[in-house]
């Protein structure tokens, strides 16, 4: 995962929380219909950059869902805070055996959980050149797990994997792997990122840490 800087809600759901403020009874998610539930996709696409909360797959209009952190049918005054909404993958009629839909009732709020809008998310899972994820502490690795996101399913893993290998099989340098570790992090001109790209990222960084670290026992050798 990696950390998503939540930004303002956009204007249709602003505008129908105001146009319902004295029948509270209606502010619920589940009122809401297509002409808000889209714009709050498309606002939720574009402050992710294109990926999957969970995931990091790339997602749009058509293969995404509106995700709520705390779940609706716990937490029914959270179903319209902009905090608490992300996008993932799959559409809203799939299933998934993975990520947000196999989630699905899991209550951070009661359970341990690494949200994707929590500053240190990145730090708290490390991937691998294997495609897979681990927690590095109690929380993320629960978060991981089976019972939870299920981010070590074998289609993930896969994926991740084909993308890391990929991108190792060029043999870059130390400095052109920092390079390209840099530029994942960093939206293209369209204001997307790479799937995968936390993924991609650390294991480019840890490879150049070897090569560096690889060049250095040769200094010294050689002195």
Request: net charge positive; charged share 25%; proline share 5%.
């Amino acid at each position: 995962m990696r950390h998503i800087q939540k930004q303002g809600a956009p204007k249709a759901l602003s505008d129908w929380k105001k146009h319902n403020r004295l029948a509270q009874q209606n502010l619920h998610y589940d009122n809401l219909g297509r002409e808000q539930r889209r714009p709050m996709l498309q606002a939720l696409l574009a402050e992710q950059h294109g990926l999957c909360a969970y995931t990091l797959r790339r997602i749009d209009l058509d293969c995404a869902h509106i995700e709520h952190v705390l779940p609706r049918s716990q937490h029914p005054d959270k179903t319209l805070d902009w905090a608490n909404l992300l996008a993932c993958f799959p559409g809203p009629q799939q299933g998934c055996a993975f990520g947000a839909k196999h989630k699905d009732a899991y209550d951070p709020a009661r359970s341990p959980f690494v949200s994707p809008t929590e500053k240190k998310t990145e730090q708290l899972f490390r991937y691998h050149s294997t495609g897979e994820i681990a927690g590095l502490n109690d929380a993320a690795k629960q978060t991981a797990s089976e019972a939870v996101l299920n981010l070590n399913h074998v289609s993930l893993v896969n994926d991740r994997r084909a993308k890391i290998q990929g991108a190792l099989r060029q043999r870059p340098s130390a400095a052109d792997a920092r390079r390209r570790a840099e530029r994942l992090r960093t939206p293209d001109a369209n204001g997307q990122l790479e799937p995968y790209c936390v993924a991609l990222a650390q294991v480019l960084e840890h490879y150049a840490q070897q090569l560096e670290a690889r060049a250095a026992r040769i200094k010294r050798e050689s002195r």
